[in-house]
């Protein structure tokens, strides 16, 4: 399978179509429980005519991969990130979104990062570039609107500081209009809020709702398939982390610190568990993004064999997740 996608035609794309289709089919053969992890305002108004338990809703949520993996094609090979042009950027980014049944339905965090993921874009769109200050503002722009789906991606405007410490010289300025770009979507929505007033349901919904300190710490002892679930996030994780010098290699400069940014990515996501309130496995979709496509560099050095074998043990694992329930009885 893996064959289709070794490709520089981007117009192949469409394939990861088919590719969505597999992971999600047991969503419509087997529908589960489900409850989302706590959802900020934006992604609640969502919830209230989009309920996140009907089948229409997982259907936008494929749709949203879907349209992340096209997205990630396109960025990684603008930018020239990987050692070859091909899709697999886009096809492990869909393949880790998907990865377990908690990540096929509509989470805030799929919603989040729609704009995590135009924040990147505009992250690696500042280098060399004089004439980048509506980019800067727009990280901490997008960022900040990605949080008001899900609280904790406040976070991650550390990774937009961390974009521009690596890819330009410091300027407090530069700073300054990151903060500013992130208050914009606060003051906005605070503003229409306030014009209807409910100001203070605006603000309690956001804040007290989904801000909890350590609130990771007081969860329920997970059962025995969460934690075998959140093994297997990690070890990919251990995977990428652990080829950061032989993904960096044999790579121009520009490629060097655009591949650190996605690292410091995976990192400042560790950060995000400390304040969220109601977390449940589908957190872990904060890692997509960077995951995802770290893990299409390590594949793109694999040869053909070797990878396809790989690819097959991992969507093997993934279809026993989704079907366990099918498979054990």
Known sequence: MLSLFRTNQLLNNFLLLFYVAILYLHVFVMPQSW??????????????????????????????????GILINFMIADNRLNLETNLFPGFFYVLVASALPEFTHLSPLHMANTFYLLAVVNMFSIYNNNKSAGAIFNIGFLISLGSLFYFSYLVLLLAGFSALGILR?????ERLMVIVGALVPYLLLGTYYFWHDQLGYFLSFQFNTGLQWFSVFSLSPLNPAAYFKLGFITFLSLVTIVSNNQNIARRVRESQKKISILYWMLFLAVFTVLIQAGIN??????????????????????????AELLHFFLLLLILFFQYQTLILG
């Open 35 to 68: 409850e989302p992890s706590q959802e900020g305002i934006l992604a609640h108004s969502v919830y209230q005519w989009l309920p996140w338990d009907s089948l229409t809703a997982d259907i936008v949520a494929a749709i949203l991969v879907l349209l992340q």
């Open 281 to 306: 496995l589908d957190h872990l979709l904060v890692l997509a993004i960077p995951l995802g496509i770290l893990l299409s560099f390590n594949f793109t050095q694999l040869s053909n064999s070797w």
């Open 169 to 173: 010289a410091f300027n407090l300025r």
